[in-house]
């Protein structure tokens, strides 16, 4: 059903009595629909119509916690392909994060703290065009690059390679996505509260935002990260990120970042690449245990549901709730 974001959100206590009548006005003109499929919580859906620039058409979907009333300010977790995270009845493969049920129980159990997740829909056959970080990807071999995109697209059934856009995406994220966030939600806007997550090539690309928006977001959240960039084995992409890391993934600049990798399937390509990561952010003088983890996980796939398995580590990384 479509509902306008005032009237549905006033109906949950969402506003507080003292929203200026700036976002008033701003929630007053957004359309919002109710999705199904959550198990705990309530998720709504943006249409495609606040999409602008250079990122196609797309909706936006934003989780809120079963215990959201407006009383007290939620911190906020974007999330990277918004198609797999919630509904298994709905994905390609019949798997799911299950984020509703493990970020609503993590924070009943005053784990966490209330944290609501933005959800960030990808491009469908762009997807990886758009995950693919642009610094690291202007450093690579012309050659090289062409071919990797071609393999990628093909991969996607696609005769041509897309321009990486990933640069344009996280201007999507903090210039349209972060903005209509802020102004429309109960929730912190600072980076001690704002956080970013997603897996292989979203790992990536959470790496990648808070590399070029530290100031934006405050803590990283990198799943089986996809280190070699493509489908192929290769050192060059590998060593293009590592020169990225240690340039700009620094503690001056971060605040904090998690890691972690399976065995198992794709998985099963990352330790060497991890290991190698480790060592750069232990020579920028990260802290391992303290503002960087790094986790592995044998027996774990490189899927969604190994993904859920260990989902609370990063969730509770990001958001601990100090008692």
């Known amino acids: 059903m479509k509902l306008i974001i005032y009237t549905l959100f006033a109906a949950l206590s969402l506003l507080s009595c003292n929203s200026t009548s700036s976002q008033i006005e701003v929630t007053a003109a957004m359309q919002w629909d109710t999705v199904n499929g959550v198990s705990a919580g309530t998720l709504v859906r943006l249409d495609t119509t606040h999409t602008k620039g250079e990122v196609s058409a ?29 509904d298994a009845n709905s994905t390609w493969n019949r798997q799911e994060w299950r984020v509703d049920e493990i970020m609503d129980s993590l924070i009943l159990a005053k784990t966490v703290l209330p944290t609501i997740v933005v959800a960030l829909h990808n491009g469908g056959i762009q ?94 959240l990198c799943m089986s990260t996809h280190w070699p960039g ?40 990352y330790e060497p690449f991890q290991n190698q990561v480790n060592e750069v952010l232990d020579s920028n003088g990260f802290i391992l245990g303290k503002n960087w983890i790094t986790e592995k996980y044998p027996g774990a796939a490189h899927d969604e549901k190994s993904w859920a398995k260990r989902l609370h580590v990063p969730f509770t990384f990001a958001f601990k709730r100090q008692r």
């Open 127 to 220: 997807r990886n065009f758009e995950y693919f970080p642009q610094k690291p990807f202007h450093t690579l071999r012309m050659q090289f690059s062409d071919s990797t995109m071609a393999a990628i697209a093909s991969q996607y059934g696609s005769d041509t390679a897309f321009p990486v856009k990933s640069d344009a995406y996280l201007r999507y994220m903090v210039d349209i996505v972060k903005p209509l966030i802020d102004t429309t939600f109960h929730v912190y806007s600072d980076k001690s509260a704002t956080a970013v997550a997603g897996s292989s090539m979203g790992g990536l690309m959470s790496l990648y935002a808070i590399g070029e928006y530290p100031e934006v977001f405050g803590t990283a």
């Open 58 to 86: 797309r909706p936006l979907d934003v989780w809120l916690p079963s215990t959201y009333d407006g009383k007290r300010k939620h911190a906020v977790l974007y999330m990277y392909d918004a198609q797999m995270l919630f």
């Open 230 to 269: 493509g489908f192929s084995p290769n050192d060059e992409i590998p060593n293009a990120f590592q020169a990225y890391i240690a340039k700009y993934i620094t503690p001056d600049r971060i605040g904090k970042i998690y890691f972690d990798y399976g065995t198992e399937t794709l998985d099963g390509m």
